[in-house]
């Protein structure tokens, strides 16, 4: 509400007056304020009281009047929405800034490719495990990164230390911008080079076993892909793979 060619809006209390000024939040800031020509309620101020406040053209309070008690409750829920807005809306900003921030270290193709290897890897669907009547299961990268194929009972999936180096994979594109050393840049290619060893050590698992295991079925053993698939998960995890390392390979630009 207009006023005298200033603003009107609701704030709270947050500090009465004492022997220094009160404190009042309103329209997302915190200000000062002193009881002299601007208070003009006969009850005194109290910590979390509501008040209407007027503001002139420079934001400055002109005065401060009491809300009903019957409004408080409802407006004191609302101050508090309006501050964590305020909260949320500044994490957003620096959530920004520090997107904008990567995305100038990184280039915005590597940078993209980077965040959807962290997706993929982590919630696509990588590698289908089914056979001979067994039901197929999916497996994300980073199960089958975990993964023990090497049984004949069937796949497993824990956190190991191969897992680890997974995650280090996938992270290093991300430190590659920040490091001085020529051979950073090389960093791009960790998930691409993760993958395939990931690849050959499930192939030379499972082979090694069903080496051993040949007997059991009567004649050839089973291959690699007669139990695991391919899912489109992987696919993409691929492709986003290639794209980043393709960066380690461009040449810098130059003026």
Sequence with gaps: MDNAGGTRARGSIIKAPDSTPGLLFVQGQQKQFTLEGIWRSPVAPAPNMIVDVDLDAAGNITGLTAVDQGQQPSHGTSQAGAAAAEQGKQAMEAAKKGVGVMAAKMGNLALGAAVLIVIAFFFFPAISV????????????WNVAGMDVGGIGGASSSVGFWSLIGFLAIAAPFAAPFLKMAWAKYLNAAP?????????????????AMGSATGMFGGAAPGFFDFFSLAWGFYILLLASLALASQAFMKPKTA
Excluded: E, Y
């Design 192 to 208: 691409l080079g993760f993958i395939l060893l990931t690849l050959i050590k499930s192939w030379w698992n499972f082979h090694s």
């Design 130 to 141: 089914g056979a001979m009547g067994i039901t197929a299961v999916s497996f994300t990268f």
